[in-house]
């Protein structure tokens, strides 16, 4: 009796499919590699063969069931063996219960492939119409059931075990309530409750065996379990997303369980498993990779080679799921899905992870923030998407929306490296080297608490070393690391840009600035001394530090370690306060020492700036080798506490850094400053060596000191400073200042102008020592002007003021002039003169009031004329203003009377009333303090030939013009607190006056060896006279 193949074949055929589909649904790299192989049915098999094979078939591929080799009923179709001992009409005839039931299935063309076996405790075919044997045709096959337990085998280990699967033609259904088990090869498998949706088959002919044209999906309904061997290792298992290589393992199998359904849809070739998903792989002895989702989805599509495969029109129509797929697509979703990699030591939670096979991208989503775990580092981010090469490797990342980046110290767990970004983080590599490129964008913030650093900004941009874990480190940094004992840092930054709203810290440099560029060296460090206590470091990072830029030093700390401005509105977070994560994470580790701060950080402020930083991995130190700056430069290193700051400002900036007192600072500006203490340097290039305690100017410039005397040594009310300006060069050495050019210096009211110049002061100024003590104990600065040297032709004036009015102006005139400020004393070479102009005191004859020579003595407003007094000289004046005496020599002139304004100057040749003037070879003069009972006044000698003339001013207001007179002797000396001239001659000279006795009178003359002279008085004495002509 001859039974339609297909028609006992339907059933096995389609719980077959269903069998080798889910041995076959895999998973996304790194975890699983899909691949699908099922067979074809329907085909014509060609001419039956003897049924005698029958019995040969049975023994060899039905071991399992004997009973089938001694069957009653042994049957061929076709390539199809099939067995039973009883069959049973039932349902009036419309169906049929074979009992027991095996059937084995040949490969065609393939005779030594292992078939397809099929047992079960019966079979149940329903019909439209009566079923007779042996050769009534029923039409096709509307309903069946494979009875009681059910086992289905085939090559390559496939082997299927349930009870009772039913078919429906009017459901379109197969279905089994029962628990199924099934394994293909190394693969394992079961589930409760077994479901395929069948496709119909809208043209299939009354004679068919079955009107079905494929499946439309499968179902296993809950508590699915699925073990699959993969054929080889799996990417993830070859290199981590970081790059680290993993140690070699055998394949071992991917454990996946859900307590709700797995299904796939043959349509969109979609699979999906639902209701707590876990996915496990074994990596190593014990360890795992694993997946945890609420729903697993698995998207695949037809190999391009079916695609192009047309056909076989004499082909069944029955279309099962094809055996070439290709995994395109993974999505997991759920409340928490976690991914752990124990190859990559690694740990994720998310809501949603995506995985394209096509693009090898994966992206991590999450409502609040993906958290990923990968040794010592923790990321978090709302979207993260990595890039993967061909090997696993994360080839790029993108994390999107606001985030954290945080790399941990492996012994103290500490925080080593902290990141924060608004906008974004990309990672990928350099094109145009072998660098990896990490972006931050908007907010961005990166952190160094054990370097005690940070910087943020608007973007950075950071050029970092790949991490390779078969890398070695230079033969420098392993033998330190030995020595040491400290491992290297790990995560090498080679070079970073920032830009916009840039702020950096460091134990060294503070820096605010539009855009920053720094570029790391590896560099071999010493080792800091001396290390602060845990609660001394806690203060430290606790505390943002002063004077960093508006936008920092602006902020105010709120309880929470939130930066707000003074309005209480929250701009960008302080960077250098820790959040309240790690501030927790800090409570549980014990702080380990850091080094203590030598000096407070340098501030830099400027458009652009670019450094050189030496960073030692080992001793996780860094300094700041090298500093460009460009644009609105200012910089300032705080000094001792109370200290005014060392600043530079300029245009442009190029600093050298050797070491804490080692700096090679060049300033270009228009102008640029240095400003140490009160010391002030100014000019368009200004150059400061701080270990060579040097500093020089090339150009015009200005140099500014303290002072507490004035240009004559005097001391001032108040300290005041000293301006020093040039023209052609200026270089000091922090003791000697020499300046070429034009020289200007201005005190006060005082101005004196030569064309070279040297400053010598009191003690040395260190520009290396910031903590040096520029004060004594009253305040006053230690460092003063010792001496002053002009040379080339100087020119000196100087102005007093009572009540803010001018009371006298002092000018002069030498060739060279030395002052020491220290002692007072004064030294010039002339030619030379000194002219001033005064608020008259009273009335004076002659050269009563030559005192004006005297400097800065104090004198009253309330005179209306003004007096004007000039002294020539030739060869020397040599002083000293302590002492108050000053020596003039070689053609000596004194020339003095009253004029209308300052300014003004006396002809010597028509002397006004109450003028005079005198000549000699050599004068002294000397200056006397006011006391409680006597007023200011000077005494003046003349020595070699001695001469002088003098206006008294009219005795009555009749009179337009006073008596005057006239002298000569080898010494004339004057003595104004008497109003006394005395004249002497030696050796068998005489010394002689002129004068009259009253005006218009004719002169009268004495002539004697000594003569006292009183103008006020128009009194004279004589002793040793000679002779007198005219009145007595």
């Given at each position: 009796?001859?039974?339609?193949?297909?028609?006992?074949?339907?059933?096995?055929?389609?719980?077959?499919?269903?069998?080798?589909?889910?041995?076959?649904?895999?998973?996304?790299?790194?975890?699983?590699?899909?691949?699908?192989?099922?067979?074809?049915?329907?085909?014509?098999?060609?001419?039956?063969?003897?049924?005698?094979?029958?019995?040969?078939?049975?023994?060899?591929?039905?071991?399992?069931?004997?009973?089938?080799?001694?069957?009653?009923?042994?049957?061929?179709?076709?390539?199809?063996?099939?067995?039973?001992?009883?069959?049973?009409?039932?349902?009036?005839?419309?169906?049929?219960?074979?009992?027991?039931?095996?059937?084995?299935?040949?490969?065609?063309?393939?005779?030594?492939?292992?078939?397809?076996?099929?047992?079960?405790?019966?079979?149940?075919?329903?019909?439209?119409?009566?079923?007779?044997?042996?050769?009534?045709?029923?039409?096709?096959?509307?309903?069946?059931?494979?009875?009681?337990?059910?086992?289905?085998?085939?090559?390559?280990?496939?082997?299927?075990?349930?009870?009772?699967?039913?078919?429906?033609?009017?459901?379109?259904?197969?279905?089994?309530?029962?628990?199924?088990?099934?394994?293909?090869?190394?693969?394992?498998?079961?589930?409760?409750?077994?479901?395929?949706?069948?496709?119909?088959?809208?043209?299939?002919?009354?004679?068919?065996?079955?009107?079905?044209?494929?499946?439309?999906?499968?179902?296993?309904?809950?508590?699915?379990?699925?073990?699959?061997?993969?054929?080889?290792?799996?990417?993830?298992?070859?290199?981590?997303?970081?790059?680290?290589?993993?140690?070699?393992?055998?394949?071992?199998?991917?454990?996946?369980?859900?307590?709700?359904?797995?299904?796939?849809?043959?349509?969109?070739?979609?699979?999906?498993?639902?209701?707590?998903?876990?996915?496990?792989?074994?990596?190593?002895?014990?360890?795992?990779?694993?997946?945890?989702?609420?729903?697993?989805?698995?998207?695949?599509?037809?190999?391009?080679?079916?695609?192009?495969?047309?056909?076989?029109?004499?082909?069944?129509?029955?279309?099962?799921?094809?055996?070439?797929?290709?995994?395109?697509?993974?999505?997991?979703?759920?409340?928490?899905?976690?991914?752990?990699?124990?190859?990559?030591?690694?740990?994720?939670?998310?809501?949603?992870?995506?995985?394209?096979?096509?693009?090898?991208?994966?992206?991590?989503?999450?409502?609040?923030?993906?958290?990923?775990?990968?040794?010592?580092?923790?990321?978090?981010?709302?979207?993260?998407?990595?890039?993967?090469?061909?090997?696993?490797?994360?080839?790029?990342?993108?994390?999107?929306?606001?985030?954290?980046?945080?790399?941990?110290?492996?012994?103290?767990?500490q925080i080593q490296l902290h990141a924060k970004w608004a906008k974004q983080l990309r990672k990928y590599p350099d094109p145009y080297s072998d660098l990896d490129?990490?972006?931050?964008?908007?907010?961005?913030?990166?952190?160094?608490?054990?370097?005690?650093?940070?910087?943020?900004?608007?973007?950075?941009?950071?050029?970092?070393?790949?991490?390779?874990?078969?890398?070695?480190?230079?033969?420098?940094?392993?033998?330190?690391?030995?020595?040491?004992?400290?491992?290297?840092?790990?995560?090498?930054?080679?070079?970073?840009?920032?830009?916009?709203?840039?702020?950096?810290?460091?134990?060294?440099?503070?820096?605010?600035?539009?855009?920053?560029?720094?570029?790391?060296?590896?560099?071999?460090?010493?080792?800091?001394?001396?290390?602060?206590?845990?609660?001394?470091?806690?203060?430290?990072?606790?505390?943002?530090?002063?004077?960093?830029?508006?936008?920092?030093?602006?902020?105010?700390?709120?309880?929470?370690?939130?930066?707000?401005?003074?309005?209480?509105?929250?701009?960008?977070?302080?960077?250098?306060?820790?959040?309240?994560?790690?501030?927790?994470?800090?409570?549980?580790?014990?702080?380990?020492?850091?080094?203590?701060?030598?000096?407070?950080?340098?501030?830099?402020?400027?458009?652009?700036?670019?450094?050189?930083?030496?960073?030692?991995?080992?001793?996780?130190?860094?300094?700041?080798?090298?500093?460009?700056?460009?644009?609105?430069?200012?910089?300032?290193?705080?000094?001792?506490?109370?200290?005014?700051?060392?600043?530079?400002?300029?245009?442009?900036?190029?600093?050298?850094?050797?070491?804490?007192?080692?700096?090679?600072?060049?300033?270009?500006?228009?102008?640029?400053?240095?400003?140490?203490?009160?010391?002030?340097?100014?000019?368009?290039?200004?150059?400061?060596?701080?270990?060579?305690?040097?500093?020089?100017?090339?150009?015009?410039?200005?140099?500014?000191?303290?002072?507490?005397?004035?240009?004559?040594?005097?001391?001032?009310?108040?300290?005041?400073?000293?301006?020093?300006?040039?023209?052609?060069?200026?270089?000091?050495?922090?003791?000697?200042?020499?300046?070429?050019?034009?020289?200007?210096?201005?005190?006060?009211?005082?101005?004196?102008?030569?064309?070279?110049?040297?400053?010598?002061?009191?003690?040395?100024?260190?520009?290396?020592?910031?903590?040096?003590?520029?004060?004594?104990?009253?305040?006053?600065?230690?460092?003063?002007?010792?001496?002053?040297?002009?040379?080339?032709?100087?020119?000196?004036?100087?102005?007093?003021?009572?009540?803010?009015?001018?009371?006298?102006?002092?000018?002069?005139?030498?060739?060279?002039?030395?002052?020491?400020?220290?002692?007072?004393?004064?030294?010039?070479?002339?030619?030379?003169?000194?002219?001033?102009?005064?608020?008259?005191?009273?009335?004076?004859?002659?050269?009563?009031?030559?005192?004006?020579?005297?400097?800065?003595?104090?004198?009253?407003?309330?005179?209306?004329?003004?007096?004007?007094?000039?002294?020539?000289f030739s060869g020397k004046s040599d002083g000293n203003m302590k002492d108050r005496f000053t020596t003039f020599s070689d053609r000596v002139e004194v020339v003095?009377?009253?004029?209308?304004?300052?300014?003004?100057?006396?002809?010597?040749?028509?002397?006004?009333?109450?003028?005079?003037?005198?000549?000699?070879?050599?004068?002294?003069?000397?200056?006397?303090?006011?006391?409680?009972?006597?007023?200011?006044y000077i005494k003046m000698l003349g020595s070699g030939n001695a001469e002088l003339e003098g206006r008294m001013p009219g005795r009555s207001r009749s009179e337009?013009?006073?008596?005057?007179?006239?002298?000569?002797?080898?010494?004339?000396?004057?003595?104004?607190?008497?109003?006394?001239?005395?004249?002497?001659?030696?050796?068998?000279?005489?010394?002689?006056?002129?004068?009259?006795?009253?005006?218009?009178?004719?002169?009268?003359?004495?002539?004697?060896?000594?003569?006292?002279?009183?103008?006020?008085?128009?009194?004279?004495?004589?002793?040793?006279?000679?002779?007198?002509?005219?009145?007595?």
């Amino acid at each position: 009796m001859e039974l339609s193949r297909r028609g006992f074949l339907t059933v096995s055929t389609a719980v077959s499919l269903s069998g080798l589909y889910g041995a076959y649904a895999q998973f996304v790299n790194p975890l699983v590699t899909p691949t699908l192989s099922v067979s074809a049915v329907g085909r014509d098999l060609g001419p039956i063969q003897p049924p005698a094979d029958s019995r040969q078939i049975a023994d060899r591929w039905l071991s399992s069931q004997p009973w089938a080799a001694r069957a009653d009923y042994q049957l061929r179709t076709g390539e199809a063996f099939v067995y039973f001992n009883e069959w049973e009409p039932t349902d009036s005839d419309k169906a049929v219960r074979l009992t027991p039931f095996a059937l084995v299935w040949m490969t065609e063309g393939d005779d030594g492939a292992e078939p397809i076996r099929i047992s079960c405790d019966s079979a149940y075919l329903q019909f439209p119409s009566e079923f007779k044997m042996p050769s009534a045709n029923p039409g096709r096959v509307i309903g069946g059931k494979l009875e009681g337990n059910v086992r289905i085998q085939g090559k390559d280990g496939l082997d299927i075990v349930g009870k009772n699967f039913v078919f429906s033609e009017s459901a379109m259904r197969i279905w089994s309530d029962n628990p199924v088990e099934f394994s293909h090869g190394p693969h394992r498998g079961r589930a409760q409750q077994f479901q395929m949706e069948l496709i119909p088959d809208e043209t299939a002919d009354p004679n068919d065996s079955v009107a079905v044209s494929g499946i439309k999906s499968v179902q296993l309904r809950k508590n699915v379990v699925m073990d699959m061997q993969l054929d080889e290792e799996l990417p993830a298992a070859k290199k981590s997303a970081t790059g680290s290589q993993a140690d070699a393992m055998p394949s071992a199998p991917v454990h996946i369980r859900c307590n709700g359904s797995f299904s796939f849809v043959t349509e969109t070739n979609v699979a999906t498993f639902e209701d707590t998903v876990r996915v496990r792989k074994p990596v190593a002895a014990g360890e795992y990779d694993e997946l945890e989702c609420d729903k697993l989805t698995l998207t695949f599509k037809p190999d391009d080679d079916d695609a192009e495969t047309q056909p076989d029109p004499d082909s069944v129509r029955f279309e099962g799921i094809s055996g070439n797929l290709t995994f395109q697509r993974l999505f997991a979703v759920g409340k928490k899905v976690i991914l752990v990699s124990k190859t990559n030591d690694m740990r994720s939670y998310m809501d949603q992870l995506e995985y394209n096979a096509t693009d090898r991208l994966v992206v991590l989503t999450d409502k609040k923030r993906v958290r990923v775990f990968q040794g010592d580092s923790e990321l978090n981010a709302p979207e993260v998407s990595l890039l993967q090469d061909e090997e696993g490797a994360a080839k790029s990342v993108w994390c999107r929306g606001a985030g954290q980046l945080t790399f941990y110290d492996k012994k103290s767990g500490q925080i080593q490296l902290h990141a924060k970004w608004a906008k974004q983080l990309r990672k990928y590599p350099d094109p145009y080297s072998d660098l990896d490129v990490i972006e931050l964008d908007r907010d961005a913030i990166v952190r160094q608490p054990l370097q005690q650093s940070g910087l943020a900004a608007d973007f950075i941009k950071l050029w970092v070393e790949p991490q390779e874990e078969d890398s070695k480190e230079s033969p420098a940094v392993a033998n330190r690391s030995k020595e040491t004992g400290e491992e290297p840092q790990q995560f090498r930054i080679d070079h970073m840009h920032a830009l916009k709203n840039v702020v950096m810290i460091s134990p060294e440099m503070h820096a605010d600035t539009d855009r920053l560029e720094v570029w790391f060296e590896e560099a071999d460090l010493p080792p800091q001394p001396e290390t602060t206590s845990a609660q001394d470091r806690k203060h430290q990072e606790n505390t943002a530090p002063p004077n960093v830029g508006d936008r920092i030093a602006s902020t105010q700390t709120s309880s929470s370690g939130t930066a707000k401005n003074a309005n209480g509105s929250s701009p960008q977070e302080n960077p250098f306060l820790p959040d309240q994560q790690e501030k927790s994470r800090n409570k549980q580790m014990t702080a380990a020492p850091v080094a203590k701060k030598k000096k407070e950080p340098a501030v830099i402020v400027s458009d652009l700036i670019r450094a050189r930083i030496l960073h030692d991995r080992v001793r996780q130190q860094s300094q700041v080798a090298e500093i460009w700056t460009i644009g609105n430069v200012e910089v300032t290193q705080p000094g001792k506490l109370g200290e005014p700051p060392l600043r530079i400002s300029g245009d442009r900036l190029h600093m050298q850094n050797q070491s804490e007192a080692d700096q090679l600072v060049h300033v270009f500006g228009a102008p640029a400053h240095i400003r140490d203490r009160q010391m002030h340097i100014q000019g368009s290039n200004v150059h400061l060596d701080r270990n060579r305690n040097h500093a020089w100017v090339n150009g015009a410039g200005l140099l500014q000191l303290p002072v507490d005397k004035d240009l004559d040594g005097k001391p001032l009310k108040t300290p005041q400073i000293l301006d020093i300006w040039w023209k052609d060069k200026m270089t000091f050495d922090g003791k000697s200042a020499k300046f070429l050019g034009d020289v200007l210096t201005s005190l006060e009211h005082s101005r004196m102008r030569c064309p070279e110049m040297e400053v010598l002061l009191t003690e040395r100024i260190s520009f290396a020592d910031v903590d040096r003590d520029d004060r004594d104990a009253d305040d006053n600065p230690k460092v003063d002007v010792n001496f002053m040297i002009c040379k080339g032709g100087v020119d000196i004036e100087s102005r007093e003021y009572v009540e803010q009015q001018p009371v006298q102006i002092r000018r002069s005139h030498f060739r060279n002039l030395t002052l020491n400020k220290a002692t007072g004393k004064q030294l010039a070479n002339g030619p030379g003169w000194i002219t001033v102009w005064r608020k008259a005191e009273g009335n004076r004859a002659g050269l009563s009031s030559i005192a004006t020579v005297r400097a800065n003595k104090p004198l009253q407003a309330d005179t209306a004329e003004w007096e004007y007094s000039r002294i020539d000289f030739s060869g020397k004046s040599d002083g000293n203003m302590k002492d108050r005496f000053t020596t003039f020599s070689d053609r000596v002139e004194v020339v003095h009377g009253p004029v209308e304004q300052p300014l003004s100057i006396i002809d010597p040749d028509n002397i006004p009333e109450n003028g005079g003037w005198m000549r000699c070879d050599q004068m002294q003069l000397t200056q006397f303090e006011k006391t409680e009972t006597t007023p200011a006044y000077i005494k003046m000698l003349g020595s070699g030939n001695a001469e002088l003339e003098g206006r008294m001013p009219g005795r009555s207001r009749s009179e337009t013009r006073g008596e005057s007179f006239r002298a000569r002797a080898d010494t004339i000396s004057f003595d104004e607190s008497k109003g006394l001239y005395i004249l002497r001659s030696r050796g068998n000279r005489t010394a002689t006056v002129w004068r009259q006795k009253q005006r218009g009178d004719e002169y009268s003359s004495h002539d004697a060896k000594r003569i006292e002279f009183i103008p006020a008085l128009n009194q004279l004495k004589t002793n040793r006279a000679s002779g007198t002509i005219g009145f007595e």
